[in-house]
């Protein structure tokens, strides 16, 4: 059975509205977004690729549709979806990340589009937003910030955008405001059949919002303008263009009713941004350490043993730590787990022969790290091990071959010694293995990492958190290791951003 509707989107540098954009459209029932990002470095990627956790987004590269100006990728984006997705959803609308949907009669998109099984199209009228006198980027989301918007009768509330059924697009593009479908099953919000002016996508009446409109947040604040001025030099945007896009005249409150909604939805957000981005970066960091500090320092490896004298072992199906009693020999399931400290780290290690088709090929497989906490019992040196940001404890559960993180006490059963491995390892062999097993972060859809620009977009307070749990002279290694100069690195540390 197919699924009702799909937001289609391209963007580029669209941080600043993006939380907002896909957070408002969630509270109004759309459940799958497909976005090409067309190579944003503000952030949106790293936005966007957090926010697949908790939403159904398709998320691909524009890039796949070659170089050129913007508006060729945008026109192929759209027909891509439109012939991709024909089989998956009954009906997708392409707008842009400025662009907010709103219903007045209705409280969601599966409601508002049960009046229209008998057509394949639905143009929706623009409605202006303006700067509502903000000079600065206001602190909220963008439909409580930005309340005031232009007259019906202004120029740019004649364009639509348009919901369109897939399996009735033609292939013949004409705009990115409307598609060819058959004029007798092309109606506005209202119901009414669409009238085109001299260009098809510029509505000859007067726009109907009584239903539904598009909340076209096109200009924003004098900031935001600005801005956008910068990076799109070939628009010739002056003060004077500002004034007539900046239309003001009249207040829409209607949206406030569901701030409360949208704040929480938000917040659901940027802590799935926060939690995704910090698995990035300790990925990021445990890369850049494995690979470095080993080939320059060539740390000693030792095996784990608990306090109940078994050896600790990795179960690469498991993705798990179990207890052996033989580190030699572990079971048909595991791998002897090694361990090394860098800086105030500890990894855990496990080497592994992985065959790909004919060829045996060795892997290393780094299963996790860290910080260490050392104590000492009746005189002995022991360590216990807690995961990073946590302060739950790693345990080995007596009688049993299991290995929790669950604890927070610090008891004699928690506590591990290090030993030398039963044979020695060569860690050029080590150094060798992992430099040629390990790819340069990035998702899969190729791009790569680019950590000062989510940092810069995301306050992630546990990364903050991670880096000053070692010394500043460690953090700032790592934090350079990752792409950062030193200054940036610097205030990163010191909370100073």
Same mark, same amino acid.
């Given at each position: 059975?197919?699924?009702?509707?799909?937001?289609?989107?391209?963007?580029?540098?669209?941080?600043?509205?993006?939380?907002?954009?896909?957070?408002?459209?969630?509270?109004?029932?759309?459940?799958?977004?497909? #976005?090409?990002?067309?190579?944003?470095?503000?952030?949106?990627?790293?936005?966007?690729?957090?926010?697949?956790?908790?939403?159904?987004?398709?998320?691909?590269?524009?890039?796949?549709?070659?170089?050129?100006?913007?508006?060729?990728?945008?026109?192929?984006?759209?027909?891509?979806?439109?012939?991709?997705?024909?089989?998956?959803?009954?009906?997708?609308?392409?707008?842009?990340?400025?662009? !907010?949907?709103?219903?007045?009669?209705?409280?969601?998109?599966?409601?508002?589009?049960?009046?229209?099984?008998?057509?394949?199209?639905?143009?929706?009228?623009?409605?202006?937003?303006?700067?509502?006198?903000?000079? *600065?980027?206001?602190?909220?989301?963008?439909?409580?910030?930005?309340?005031?918007?232009?007259?019906?009768?202004?120029?740019?509330?004649?364009?639509?955008?348009?919901?369109?059924?897939?399996?009735?697009?033609?292939?013949?593009? #004409?705009?990115?405001?409307? !598609?060819?479908?058959?004029?007798?099953?092309?109606?506005?919000?209202?119901?009414?059949?669409?009238?085109?002016?001299?260009?098809?996508?510029?509505?000859?009446?007067?726009?109907?919002?009584?239903?539904?409109?598009?909340?076209?947040?096109?200009?924003?604040?004098?900031?935001?303008?600005?801005?956008?001025?910068?990076?799109?030099?070939?628009?010739?945007?002056?003060?004077?263009? !500002?004034?007539?896009?900046?239309?003001?005249?009249?207040?829409?409150?209607?949206? *406030?009713?569901?701030?409360?909604?949208?704040?929480?939805?938000?917040?659901?957000?940027?802590?799935?941004?926060?939690?995704?981005?910090?698995?990035?970066?300790?990925?990021?960091?445990?890369?850049?350490?494995?690979?470095?500090?080993?080939?320059?320092?060539?740390?000693?490896?030792?095996?784990?043993?608990?306090?109940?004298?078994?050896?600790?072992?990795?179960?690469?199906?498991?993705?798990?730590?179990?207890?052996?009693?033989?580190?030699?020999?572990? $079971?048909?399931?595991?791998?002897?787990?090694?361990?090394?400290?860098?800086?105030? !780290?500890?990894?855990?290690?496990?080497?592994?022969?992985?065959?790909?088709?004919?060829?045996?090929?060795?892997?290393? $497989?780094?299963?996790?790290?860290?910080?260490?906490?050392?104590?000492?019992?009746?005189?002995?040196?022991?360590?216990?091990?807690?995961?990073?940001?946590?302060?739950?404890?790693?345990?080995?559960?007596?009688?049993?071959?299991?290995?929790?993180?669950?604890?927070?006490?610090?008891?004699?059963?928690?506590?591990?010694?290090?030993?030398?491995?039963?044979?020695?390892?060569?860690?050029?062999?080590?150094?060798? #293995?992992?430099?040629?097993?390990?790819?340069?972060?990035?998702?899969?859809?190729?791009?790569?990492?680019?950590?000062?620009?989510?940092?810069?977009?995301?306050?992630?307070?546990?990364?903050?958190?991670?880096?000053?749990?070692?010394?500043?002279?460690?953090? #700032?290694?790592? *934090?350079?290791?990752?792409?950062?100069?030193?200054?940036?690195?610097?205030?990163?540390?010191?909370?100073?951003?």
């Amino acid at each position: 059975m197919r699924k009702k509707v799909a937001i289609v989107c391209i963007l580029k540098n669209e941080y600043a509205v993006l939380p907002s954009w896909l957070c408002w459209h969630r509270l109004l029932g759309f459940e799958h977004f497909i #976005i090409f990002d067309d190579g944003s470095t503000d952030g949106c990627w790293e936005l966007l690729c957090a926010a697949k956790k908790i939403y159904n987004i398709d998320l691909r590269l524009a890039s796949i549709f070659g170089p050129g100006e913007y508006i060729i990728r945008q026109e192929e984006a759209y027909k891509f979806a439109l012939s991709t997705y024909k089989d998956e959803f009954e009906w997708l609308l392409p707008i842009d990340a400025d662009e !907010f949907i709103n219903f007045n009669q209705v409280q969601n998109v599966s409601t508002f589009l049960e009046r229209f099984d008998h057509v394949d199209g639905i143009a929706v009228n623009w409605c202006q937003y303006g700067s509502s006198g903000h000079v *600065l980027d206001p602190r909220g989301p963008v439909v409580e910030a930005y309340t005031r918007h232009g007259p019906p009768e202004g120029v740019f509330a004649s364009h639509v955008k348009s919901f369109v059924r897939p399996e009735a697009f033609t292939g013949n593009w #004409i705009n990115v405001h409307c !598609f060819d479908l058959p004029s007798d099953r092309y109606v506005d919000a209202s119901g009414s059949p669409v009238e085109w002016g001299l260009t098809p996508g510029i509505s000859a009446r007067m726009p109907n919002w009584s239903a539904a409109k598009i909340m076209h947040f096109q200009v924003r604040s004098m900031q935001s303008f600005v801005e956008r001025t910068k990076k799109h030099r070939n628009l010739s945007y002056t003060t004077d263009i !500002f004034r007539q896009l900046d239309t003001n005249h009249h207040e829409d409150l209607a949206p *406030l009713a569901r701030a409360a909604e949208l704040d929480i939805e938000i917040c659901r957000l940027h802590k799935a941004v926060e939690h995704s981005l910090i698995e990035k970066f300790l990925q990021c960091l445990q890369d850049t350490i494995i690979k470095n500090y080993i080939e320059s320092k060539r740390p000693t490896l030792r095996v784990i043993k608990s306090f109940h004298n078994t050896y600790l072992a990795f179960d690469p199906i498991d993705d798990s730590l179990f207890q052996v009693e033989d580190v030699g020999l572990p $079971d048909d399931r595991g791998l002897p787990v090694y361990i090394f400290k860098a800086f105030d !780290f500890v990894f855990f290690i496990a080497f592994a022969d992985k065959r790909r088709g004919d060829i045996r090929a060795p892997l290393i $497989d780094v299963i996790g790290f860290a910080r260490m906490a050392v104590t000492g019992f009746d005189q002995s040196e022991r360590y216990g091990f807690t995961r990073i940001g946590s302060q739950f404890l790693y345990s080995a559960e007596m009688g049993t071959s299991r290995v929790t993180v669950d604890k927070v006490l610090w008891s004699s059963w928690e506590m591990f010694e290090l030993r030398d491995p039963p044979s020695t390892r060569d860690f050029e062999e080590v150094a060798g #293995i992992w430099t040629a097993a390990t790819r340069s972060p990035g998702d899969e859809a190729g791009a790569s990492f680019d950590f000062r620009s989510a940092v810069q977009a995301v306050d992630a307070r546990g990364i903050f958190d991670e880096i000053r749990a070692i010394d500043k002279d460690d953090a #700032i290694l790592v *934090l350079r290791s990752v792409g950062l100069d030193k200054g940036c690195a610097n205030a990163i540390y010191n909370n100073r951003r």
